[in-house]
């Protein structure tokens, strides 16, 4: 099956850093890569995501980038708030057959914003 | 907030028990996908609910078994409880097959067994 590592699992930063999580995944058929942001106590929400057919995407602050050949995607968030604390999870999925809704997660990183 | 709705928000069970979760999905979502977080990791796929049937399961036991109802709420019931049951269970609702592979959480159920 998928297998989706995780990288780093903490992360600290100041306020108005950049931060980066990078993910890889071993699927090459897998198309859709997400990312989600966990507040405690809250379930996961979904902040940006990405598909096969594309390079890299941007929202704001935040960006994705996916080097299929790699095997490999990368969440990037510039100028860090302090509210940008939370848990976040990288997921990979394998479109068609019988995956549909079948999201591999990775480990989490737990990310820090200091003031 | 993603409209999908989940209770209770926390349980406490015995071992060897049977517990019932219930997850009401985004307005115009017909899909219903559950999932076990234990704590530090990511979730975990238990299985989806598309038109009322089961449409794909993880690498969960028989029984974890869930239902969906003619207006896309679900169930997931858990039988016999085990200690290593206690997690978080998460609900996720999404658009038809096919059309969008965007999942929307709920906040999910604390489940502890003791």
């Known amino acids: 099956g998928e297998n989706v590592e995780q990288h780093p699992s903490t992360l600290s930063v100041q306020e108005g850093d950049s931060a980066v999580i990078k993910c890889t995944y071993s699927?090459?058929?897998?198309?859709?890569f997400p990312w989600y942001k966990q507040e405690l106590g809250k379930g996961p929400q979904l902040i940006i995501d990405i598909r096969s057919n594309v390079g890299e995407k941007k929202d704001q602050r935040i960006a994705v980038t996916l080097n299929k050949t790699a095997k490999h995607f990368s969440l990037h968030i510039t100028e860090t708030q302090p509210e940008d604390s939370a848990v976040y999870f990288c997921a990979v999925l394998r479109q068609g057959g019988t995956s549909y809704g079948k999201l591999t997660f990775g480990q989490g990183t737990i990310l820090t914003v200091h003031p | 907030e993603t409209g999908v709705t989940q209770s209770p928000t926390h349980l406490i069970k015995t071992r060897g028990q049977q517990v019932t979760l219930r997850c009401s999905s985004q307005s115009g979502h017909n899909t219903v996908s559950w999932y076990q977080q234990a704590l530090g990791q990511g979730p975990q796929f238990i299985f989806q609910?598309?038109?009322?049937?089961?449409?794909g399961r993880g690498n969960f036991p028989p029984r974890f078994s869930g239902l969906q109802f003619p207006n896309y709420s679900s169930e997931l019931n858990v039988n016999a409880l085990e200690l290593d049951d206690s997690a978080l269970y998460l609900c996720?609702?999404?658009?038809?097959?096919?059309?969008?592979?965007?999942?929307?959480f709920g906040s999910g159920t604390q489940l502890s067994v003791l």
């Open positions: 609910y598309y038109r009322e049937e089961e449409n």
């Open positions: 699927d090459s058929a897998s198309n859709y």
């Open positions: 996720a609702s999404s658009l038809a097959r096919g059309v969008s592979e965007k999942l929307f």
